[in-house]
């Protein structure tokens, strides 16, 4: 069975658009892929946290991963500084990435075209962490959004560099970027990304939203003057955006949406979305209440941290013994 790999970072509460175009899929491919999933929360403090948001938020996405169908008997879930091997074989990375292939990583170069203050070295080394992250599970496949796939090409660079420099040692992995469907757009302003970071809060759906609250937002969301529901995302990016989060939560094909609503108008349109989005929303949340004071996280993060461990300290140990830093049998 081939190997997958991905984690998220705590920051913000998980957002429909971090169901549908992640959280789900990991689901799915548990079935057919070993499966590891973590929290980088050590990625996440490249920039400064507030301590007791940071707790809630780590809190709640394990118990909305688990509640959204990921299984600690199919997938590994772990904590990112649960497995100190895989910041020590960072450390070990860094050494082996060039200044020059950091500072050609687009997201840190936009963030010095913006002139953000207190950019910290950790957020400069951050690619080389995780390379190891990657490398230390030698993962088959990476699925991550579009910006993160420069830094599964720098992965690749890494364990091909130290390969060729030893000898073999690391999988080469490859990143699986989502389709372009898989981009669930502001509820307000539908030609941008549903994001956790939305200003007035409005355009964006959270896991952990109140139903009525999100019910408002759908009834709320922007849509135009045509008065037809149909895909066109040129000049219905609103009804198109409804109708993608629609289909992809029912199954129901979009085409066969738009001839189920033809003639009818927008209000009952959006009606029909809202009882998607809001089942949805809680089933979820009806999990998320069970499992958040049951305990059962704690005991599903000591599992997941103690295979993962087993994995990233035989490969750790190996990578040391190449190098030169390990003289034990
Ligand atoms: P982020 O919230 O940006 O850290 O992203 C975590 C994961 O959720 C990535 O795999 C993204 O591709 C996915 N994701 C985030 N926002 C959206 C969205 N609006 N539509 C689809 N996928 C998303
Ligand atoms: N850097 C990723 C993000 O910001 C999260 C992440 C950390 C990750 N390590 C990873 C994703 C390893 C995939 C594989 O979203």
Redesign the pocket.
Known sequence: MKRMLSG??PTGQL?L??Y???LRNFVKYQDDYEMFVFIANLHCVTVYQDPKELRKNLKDAIALYLACGLDPEKSTIFLQSDVMEQAQLGFLLTCTTYMGELNRMTQFKDKLAKQEKNITAGLYVYPSLMAADILAYDADYVP??DDQKQHVELARDLAERFNNRYSPTFTVPEPLV?KVG???MSLTEPTK????SDETNKGCIYLLDEIPVARKKIMGAVTDMLAKVQYDKVNQPGISNLLEIMSSLSGEPIEDICARFEGKGYGEFKKAVADVVCDTLQQIQDRYHEIINSGQIDKVLEDGANKARYIAHKKLMKVQKKIGIEIRK
Do not use: Q
């Open positions: 998220i970072k957002t658009g971090n549908i175009g992640a991550v959004g989502a898989a981009r669930i990304k549903m994001s956790k």
